[in-house]
T-cell receptor, first 112, second 114 residues
Framework: QKEVEQDPGPLSVPEGAIVSLNCTYS??????FMWYRQYSRKGPELLMY????GNKEDGRFTAQVDKSSKYISLFIRDSQPSDSATYLC????????????FGPGTSLSVIP | DGGITQSPKYLFRKEGQNVTLSCEQN?????MYWYRQDPGQGLRLIYY???????QKGDIAEGYSVSREKKESFPLTVTSAQKNPTAFYLC?????????????FGPGTRLLVL
């Protein structure tokens, strides 16, 4: 079993839809959870960063962490064509050397 | 502008050739990282450095080498021993603080074999 799993998609939605992106993980020691957005042929950019369980909201984006289920989600409200990208989840234990484990990414297309 | 720069954007390697990818950051970050990205796979860690003049192997270090002579710079050399170098290479940096695990990425270098 991979340490972090993510449905690769592609996921295609109409503009204005609510998008749900998910990752599951196996290491219960993970405490820090991140979501990155990567446009084609570009480096990933940090979207959301959460510690431990709970929700965090930033504009149209909401990150949810359920440590009991080892499951994290990113919700995008009122999706826009500019949201079309690959979304990578990432997580780490938060120990002295912080190795970050990345999911393979979900490709999202928002159709106008 | 603060950020991470990588050069070149595209790099072509011939058989038996060593090539060096540049990574520079002006974020005053202590830690720097090199990742390799292949289609359908997560980012895989090649090398990382938490401080100047010190670096550690990641998960796929074979066929690669790095140096960290300056805080701002972390070049990666892809040696001829790396038999499958075609990939997208990403450099990242972070503050290295225990409570700040987020990494910031450069724009990447795409390496192709001739």
């Amino acid at each position: 079993q991979k340490e972090v799993e993510q449905d690769p998609g592609p996921l295609s939605v109409p503009e204005g839809a609510i998008v749900s992106l998910n990752c599951t993980y196996s290491n219960s020691a993970f405490q820090y959870f991140m979501w990155y957005r990567q446009y084609s042929r570009k480096g990933p950019e940090l979207l959301m960063y959460t510690y431990s369980s709970g929700n965090k909201e930033d504009g149209r984006f909401t990150a949810q962490v359920d440590k009991s289920s080892k499951y994290i989600s990113l919700f995008i409200r009122d999706s826009q064509p500019s949201d079309s990208a690959t979304y990578l989840c990432a997580m780490s234990e938060g120990t002295s050397y912080d190795k970050v484990i990345f999911g393979p990414g979900t490709s999202l297309s928002v159709i106008p | 502008d603060g950020g991470i720069t990588q050069s070149p954007k595209y790099l072509f390697r011939k058989e038996g050739q060593n090539v060096t990818l540049s990574c520079e950051q002006n974020l005053n970050h202590d830690a720097m990282y090199w990742y390799r990205q292949d289609p359908g796979q997560g980012l895989r860690l090649i090398y990382y450095s938490q401080i100047v003049n010190d670096f550690q192997k990641g998960d796929i270090a074979e066929g690669y080498s790095v140096s960290r002579e300056k805080k701002e710079s972390f070049p990666l050399t892809v040696t001829s021993a790396q038999k499958n170098p075609t990939a997208f290479y990403l450099c990242a940096s972070s503050m290295g603080d225990r409570n700040m695990k987020t990494q910031y990425f450069g724009p990447g270098t795409r390496l192709l074999v001739l």
